[in-house]
């Protein structure tokens, strides 16, 4: 008995590899760039963080598929590369020798995206699923555009300014014209006094005849 | 005398500066270092500096002596010099004017840039998602981020010229703040244009010093700029290297406008231009070798370069850091030997991080600074700040050069009795809406087709046309010996043996082979084409003017030119007394 159980344990992890590799039709690639997002302060890759990605989507497939409890050893993985990059394929709880269907995996990943992020400390961007696209987030939309602001703003300074000046300008001619009446009025009386060669002195200023 | 009355700048500095600041535009911030890495890097200096010394600088100094002595506009002076030759006044303003219609979309583009770098994530620096939330917009991942932003949400460029559609609102509203902005600055001529000049000629330094020192501790700075001045002598044998710097120099320094003899009519008459001429043309020059160091330390390859790493890792699983960004095209190479399969697998999506290359895509137009150049920033820590600072500085440079484009349009128009009459405000408000009303059409979505065909030939081969006249008509008609004589009047001693050969044989004589390669480009060039923003592949193509297209680029080339046999004849309807006020 001892025999046949070994037996069997053998050929199905043996079933269980062959189920992952390279381009299988439910299995996917994973990729993470430790090293661009954490720089100095990324870990090395090791079994015990496979481990943690095991787990990560076994509770994953658990949240997602209610009903069935998968284990870690339900995520089968292969192919790991210096990259870090691996592909992984999910088999049933019920038949380890049945894989379950990329959409149900993906829908699973897309739940818990976030959760799996955060198990290693990274992002959408870094830890990467080849063919899942993240959630995308919900555009951010304004009620005014922000770059409306920043024109209305500067706009109302520039007409202020614009306004500021033309009037002034007005008020200073208008001084000026004012000025220049007074100017000519005096010119007038000056003018009047040598009204045909003859001075006429009830008009003339005394100091202006003798400055003459 | 009416004369006595004419506005003047408060001191030779606003002048200067006025010059400096209308010189020194886009121009010297991205088509210099494009002809530069063209045409053989560092080599290229050689014809251009060359150019400076033979055409553009007598030709700088000749504008400015006669506009400050003849005291007014450019029809003016040229009417006053001889009545036949009021035409070459005349053609000059009408190509400003051409230039201050279309100019001021690419101040419009500025400000919408600046506006929208107030956000927390620049809108250039992703694709936006489509309405699915499937992805990012198709248009916009066949592309680039930066060129969708540019075309698409910037422009909403239509697929061709003939298409057309209603006014971008964001567009209109820039532009109007530009010109608003322009009347605020030229409002009460020369005296508010002369304050203005001291900012905008001294911030654009300011922002390149800074950019500088950000653009030397990037990395691959070393690299760009290496590979820019690296000369390739070779190029120098090639006879359109030559041309393109005497036209660059000639563009660059604004000359044929009528904004210099404009600016030098408000001098004093004892103003020493000669000495200004050579500072103006010296500190342009400078300027764009300046910026084109600042443009390649900043540029370099590095977006290509991260990009190819990346593939690099992915596509043979190579652990992160054996390739780095300096080791990058080693691998590419060394892979390439390794896995030869593997490797043809990618090498389409490979870009060669060629500069010239990538320069290449978006060469034509101003789109190369909005598109290269905000690619760029979006890379730096705190694009925001960068973003900001540069687009200002893209705005100071554009405002600039525009308040010489406005002034060239207003002071030959004050020269005539009719305009003479009304007040500084108003005519200078009524030039300005005009400009912004016609000017609104380039913010519709063929708007840029209309744009790139006024900056190529609106105000490029008239140009040549009006400066080679105005040389012939100062050096030959007003008389070489009359203009010594000035020149010793005003600045106290005559042109020495330089100024004299360069404006009596080399200037014209290069003028006129310039103009010759110009025509016979025209001619073998056959059917003058465009680049088409197609949406469907994300890329520009190259497509024919229309028929109607083709006319109207012979009416631009046509209506400045024909200003010259035209008011030839003037003279024979009117008695020449009443035509300019005296």
């Known amino acids: ?212 | 005398m009416e004369k006595d009355s004419r506005p003047k700048w408060d001191n030779p500095t606003q002048f200067l500066l006025a010059c400096v600041s209308y010189a020194i535009g886009l121009g010297n911030v991205w088509r210099f270092p494009y002809l530069c890495q063209m045409h053989g890097g560092g080599g290229f200096l050689i014809p251009y500096l060359l150019m400076l010394f033979l055409e553009g600088l007598p030709l700088f100094c000749l504008e400015l002596g006669i506009g400050q002595k003849m005291r007014q506009g450019s029809v003016g002076t040229f009417s006053s010099i001889n009545p036949y030759l009021g035409g070459v006044g005349l053609a000059s303003v009408m190509t400003s004017l051409y230039l201050c219609l279309y100019y001021n979309i690419i101040n419009a583009w500025s400000f919408w840039y600046l506006f929208n770098s107030f956000q927390s994530v620049l809108p250039w620096a992703e694709c936006p998602i489509n309405t699915n939330r499937t992805g990012p917009v198709e248009e916009c991942e066949r592309s680039s981020p930066t060129q969708y932003f540019f075309f698409r949400e910037t422009l909403d460029i239509s697929s061709s010229i003939e298409v057309n559609g209603g006014v971008h609102t964001g567009q209109a509203l820039c532009l109007l703040l530009a010109w608003v902005i322009t009347y605020l600055f030229v409002v009460k001529g020369v005296k508010s244009t002369g304050k203005v000049v001291y900012f905008t000629a001294t911030f654009p330094y300011f922002v390149l010093v800074i950019y500088l020192i950000r653009g030397v501790t990037l990395h691959g700075a070393a690299n760009g700029i290496k590979y820019m001045f690296t000369p390739k002598l070779e190029q120098l044998a090639n006879p359109t290297t030559w041309i393109n710097a005497a036209t660059q120099i000639f563009f660059s320094l604004g000359l044929g406008f009528g904004s210099l003899i404009a600016f030098a009519s408000y001098n004093e008459y004892n103003n020493n231009f000669e000495r200004q001429a050579i500072a103006v043309s010296l500190i342009n020059s400078g300027t764009s070798i300046f910026a084109s160091i600042v443009t390649f330390a900043i540029y370099g390859f590095k977006r290509c370069v991260c990009v190819t790493r990346l593939l690099l890792l992915n596509t043979f699983d190579i652990a992160e850091d054996n390739i780095t960004l300096d080791t990058a095209l080693d691998w590419v190479r060394e892979l390439n030997m390794t896995y030869p399969e593997k490797f043809a697998e990618i090498a389409d999506q490979l870009q060669t991080c060629d500069l010239e290359k990538e320069l290449d895509t978006a060469v034509e137009g101003t789109g190369l600074a909005f598109i290269v150049y905000s690619e760029a920033i979006t890379n730096m820590p705190l694009s925001q700040l960068w973003s900001v600072l540069y687009f200002f500085m893209l705005l100071m440079l554009g405002m600039g050069s525009m308040l010489g484009n406005i002034t060239g349009v207003i002071t030959p128009l004050r020269d005539f009795k009719f305009f003479s009459k009304m007040s500084n405000e108003l005519l200078n408000g009524i030039v300005c809406l005009f400009c912004f009303l016609l000017g609104l059409g380039f913010s519709t979505p063929s708007g840029n087709y209309w744009f790139t065909m006024f900056n190529d030939y609106g105000a490029s081969f008239s140009l040549l046309f009006i400066v080679f006249f105005e040389s012939i008509a100062i050096v030959y008609i007003y008389g070489m010996k009359r203009f010594e004589k000035d020149m010793e009047d005003m600045v106290g001693h005559r042109p020495n043996w330089y100024w004299k050969i360069m404006w009596k044989v080399v200037s014209p004589l290069l003028l006129l082979v310039v103009i010759t390669f110009y025509i016979v480009g025209y001619i073998q060039g056959g059917t003058p084409t465009y680049h088409a923003w197609k949406k469907e592949l994300g890329k520009t193509v190259v497509t024919e003017y229309p028929i109607f297209g083709q006319a109207f680029i012979g009416l631009l080339l046509a209506s400045s030119i024909s200003c010259l046999p035209i008011m030839a004849l003037y003279p024979f309807l009117t008695p020449v007394a009443d035509r300019y006020r005296i």
Request: a negative charge; glycine letters at 4%.
């Open chain 1, 1 to 212: 008995m001892w025999k046949n159980t070994f037996f069997l344990f053998f050929i199905l992890s043996a079933c269980a590899e062959e189920l992952c590799k390279p381009d299988a039709s439910n299995g996917y690639k994973v990729r993470l760039s430790l090293k661009t997002a954490l720089g100095d302060d990324a870990y090395t890759w090791n079994k015990n963080e496979m481990f943690l990605f095991q787990s990560t989507l076994a509770f994953a497939m658990r949240t997602s598929h209610t009903g069935q409890s998968y284990e870690i050893s339900n995520i089968v993985v292969c192919n790991e590369t210096d990259r870090v990059s691996f592909w992984f394929v999910v088999t049933s709880p019920g038949n380890p020798t049945e894989l379950v269907e990329n959409y149900i995996v993906e829908e699973a990943i897309r739940k818990s995206r976030h959760r799996i992020n955060s198990a290693f400390l990274l992002t959408d961007k870094t830890l990467e699923f080849v063919g899942i696209l993240p959630t995308l987030a919900t555009p951010v939309s304004y009620d005014t555009p922000p770059w409306l602001i920043v024109f209305g703003v500067l706009m109302g300074i520039i007409v202020a300014g614009i306004i500021v000046l033309l009037a002034s300008s007005i008020v200073k001619r208008k001084r000026k014209t004012r000025r220049t009446d007074e100017e000519e009025a005096d010119e007038e009386t000056r003018v009047k006094t040598m009204d045909n060669g003859v001075y006429n002195m009830s008009f003339s200023v005394e100091d202006k005849l003798t400055q003459m």
